[in-house]
């Protein structure tokens, strides 16, 4: 029998879809050298995921991507509309337009919108750019079994097209395979939830459907015809299309049932066009559910995306969950990788996403009620609740917040608070200001990724501390001192009082983490000549170092450290 081919390396993730590509673009930024197996044999055509959200859309922004995205998404900016009707040639039935931002509140919140871009256009993005980071992503590998010890992580897998066995042995392994994820089974970690609450065949087909929809640019129409309810998505903005077929198990129903030509009779009815033409490019069964993982990491293995948890699709929660899950995630183990932090850093990881999850997918079940009568029935068009406003999704998509030992603050009692309110609370994203940075306007949001980020104003000693700090230790560490004067390093309109705005005074500052969410504040300065002690004391905690300082002078050095924080280090390369 051949020797199974054995591969070593710091990161493996499991899953080369939508969240796992998202978390190999991150950590790549980050300079953490992985492997990425996907088991299908190429990215698909037939899309899932549509719409990314405000916050999605900001972590693409940090990773280089949202120009390319919203090139790409351009096509359908206009598709602001949720259309309800009976049969789609009727031109008068009820149609809600969605404003992008009624109130102004999003603009003010953050430097991006949403976009709707197809996963089966935006994921070719992501795998270019996963690729230039040194991802090396194998297509049509399917993982077997993972095994872990204190040390490593070792994972069977094998080669689809040619029944080659890989043993993979990674000091931390990303599970991005799915609802059905064979990682969490091996694991033996339970879900809990409501389950599955309906079942579609999702239908990819090409049709010329402007005589019908007019001008009428919707994000999704609800199609109630009684023999052939559905949901109709556009994909581009000239003759490409889903359309969501329900059907019901329960009384014997299957895909199988759902032939080509039953197909094609099912979508001309819901259309109200019995000659239409049209060509199916693809078919796909799946599931609205609602499930989260009882855990969401197992010693070195961590659960993201629809392996960690399910939701339904209303509200657009799902992914982008996920690829917050994937962002949240990948500064945390660069910096154990690295030896900045220490391993319990990495236990922060469940402690902050996993209730996100949980609450987040109780709100899209909340929208997922008002999606199902529509498609049974069994609410009268009159008696529905109208859609939620942008600005209460704004909060399940910007404002959640997170309690965890990377957060110097007091606990949050609501995960998701009733309004959107990020005024610089430590466990919140850092609030959006615009600043201009010698004749080049950048939100506060471009300064974080790569570091932990102190803003402070010109007249406090934190900022000297902090330039200190990170000279002499090598801490990620950037300090930006925020002002009018010629001492700032980043000026704010006259106008603009940004102190308040994060919640200090004119003596404090507040430490932002590598994700933007803010990690610790103040109002006052630290008792004279305690400065640099004080701050590398908030470092050490929130990066569970105790040891603190002296971290990573040179790249041996960092080497040494992280392996003396990880006893596989990062000796390993792909």
């Known amino acids: 029998m051949k020797t199974p081919a054995e591969i070593r390396v710091p990161v493996l993730i499991v899953g080369?879809?939508?969240?796992?590509?998202?978390?190999?673009?991150?950590?790549?930024?980050?300079?953490?050298?992985?492997?990425?197996?996907?088991?299908?044999?190429?990215?698909?055509?037939?899309?899932?995921?549509?719409?990314?959200?405000?916050?999605?859309?900001?972590?693409?922004?940090?990773?280089?991507?949202?120009?390319?995205?919203?090139?790409?998404?351009?096509?359908?900016?206009?598709?602001?509309?949720?259309?309800?009707?009976?049969?789609?040639?009727?031109?008068?039935d009820h149609f809600e337009y969605i404003d992008r931002d009624p109130d102004g509140l999003g603009a003010r919140m953050s430097p991006v919108f949403w976009a709707h871009c197809p996963q089966a256009q935006l994921e070719p993005l992501l795998l270019s750019h996963a690729r230039q980071y040194g991802a090396d992503v194998r297509f049509g590998t399917q993982m077997i079994n993972l095994e872990q010890d204190q040390d490593k992580v070792a994972v069977t897998a094998k080669v689809n097209a040619t029944g080659e066995q890989l043993t993979i042995h990674a000091d931390y392994v990303l599970a991005a395979d799915g609802a059905h994820s064979t990682a969490r089974e091996c694991l033996g970690i339970g879900v809990s939830g409501r389950g599955v609450l309906m079942h579609y065949l999702s239908v990819l087909f090409r049709a010329d459907l402007e005589p019908v929809v007019a001008k009428r640019r919707f994000a999704v129409c609800h199609l109630e015809h009684p023999q052939a309810p559905g949901l109709l998505l556009p994909i581009d903005d000239n003759d490409t299309w889903i359309f969501q077929i329900p059907y019901h198990p329960t009384r014997g129903q299957t895909p199988r049932q759902f032939t080509i030509p039953r197909i094609t009779d099912y979508l001309r009815t819901?259309?109200?066009?019995?000659?239409?033409?049209?060509?199916?490019?693809?078919?796909?069964?799946?599931?609205?559910?609602?499930?989260?993982?009882?855990?969401?990491?197992?010693?070195?293995?961590?659960?993201?995306?629809?392996?960690?948890?399910?939701?339904?699709?209303?509200?657009?929660?799902?992914?982008?969950?996920?690829?917050?899950?994937?962002?949240?995630?990948?500064?945390?183990?660069?910096?154990?990788?690295?030896?900045?932090?220490?391993?319990?850093?990495?236990?922060?990881?469940?402690?902050?996403?996993?209730?996100?999850?949980?609450?987040?997918?109780?709100?899209?079940?909340?929208?997922?009620?008002?999606?199902?009568?529509?498609?049974?029935?069994?609410?009268?068009?009159?008696?529905?609740?109208?859609?939620?406003?942008?600005?209460?999704?704004?909060?399940?998509?910007?404002?959640?917040?997170?309690?965890?030992q990377a957060v110097l603050g007091p606990q949050h009692d609501d995960i998701l608070p009733p309004t959107a309110d990020l005024s610089g609370e430590p466990g919140t994203r850092a609030p959006h200001l615009w600043l201009d940075d010698q004749g080049r306007r950048i939100s506060t949001l471009d300064l974080f990724e790569q570091h932990f980020v102190l803003l402070s104003c010109p007249s406090t000693p934190w900022?000297?501390?902090?330039?200190?700090?990170?000279?002499?230790?090598?801490?990620?560490?950037?300090?930006?001192?925020?002002?009018?004067?010629?001492?700032?390093?980043?000026?704010?309109?006259?106008?603009?009082?940004?102190?308040?705005?994060?919640?200090?005074?004119?003596?404090?500052?507040?430490?932002?983490?590598?994700?933007?969410?803010?990690?610790?504040?103040?109002?006052t300065p630290p008792p004279p000549g305690t400065e640099t002690t004080v701050l590398t004391g908030i470092l050490s905690d929130l990066l569970c170092n105790p040891s603190g300082g002296g971290r990573g002078r040179t790249a041996a050095e960092r080497d040494r450290a992280g392996r003396r924080a990880d006893p596989v280090g990062d000796t390993a390369r792909v």
């Open 16 to 92: 080369g879809s939508l969240v796992g590509l998202s978390a190999s673009v991150l950590l790549g930024r980050l300079g953490i050298p992985h492997l990425v197996i996907e088991k299908r044999r190429k990215i698909s055509d037939h899309s899932r995921a549509r719409g990314y959200t405000v916050r999605t859309m900001e972590i693409y922004r940090a990773a280089g991507l949202e120009e390319a995205i919203d090139k790409v998404a351009a096509d359908r900016a206009r598709h602001l509309g949720v259309l309800r009707t009976d049969r789609l040639d009727r031109q008068t």
């Open 463 to 523: 900022h000297s501390a902090a330039c200190q700090i990170a000279e002499r230790d090598q801490w990620p560490l950037r300090s930006y001192r925020i002002g009018t004067g010629p001492n700032a390093d980043l000026t704010t309109d006259q106008d603009t009082d940004w102190i308040s705005q994060y919640g200090i005074t004119a003596q404090g500052a507040v430490l932002v983490r590598p994700d933007g969410f803010v990690a610790w504040r103040t109002n």
């Open 270 to 404: 819901a259309i109200g066009d019995p000659d239409l033409d049209m060509q199916i490019l693809s078919t796909a069964p799946w599931a609205a559910a609602e499930t989260i993982a009882e855990r969401f990491h197992a010693g070195r293995v961590f659960l993201v995306g629809d392996s960690a948890h399910q939701m339904p699709p209303a509200g657009a929660f799902g992914a982008n969950t996920g690829i917050q899950d994937a962002h949240n995630l990948a500064w945390k183990i660069a910096a154990v990788h690295h030896g900045y932090a220490g391993p319990g850093l990495l236990d922060t990881y469940e402690a902050e996403r996993r209730p996100v999850a949980l609450a987040t997918a109780e709100r899209a079940c909340e929208r997922s009620t008002e999606l199902s009568s529509s498609l049974t029935g069994a609410v009268a068009p009159s008696q529905r609740p109208p859609l939620a406003s942008p600005s209460t999704l704004l909060v399940a998509y910007m404002a959640y917040r997170y309690n965890s």
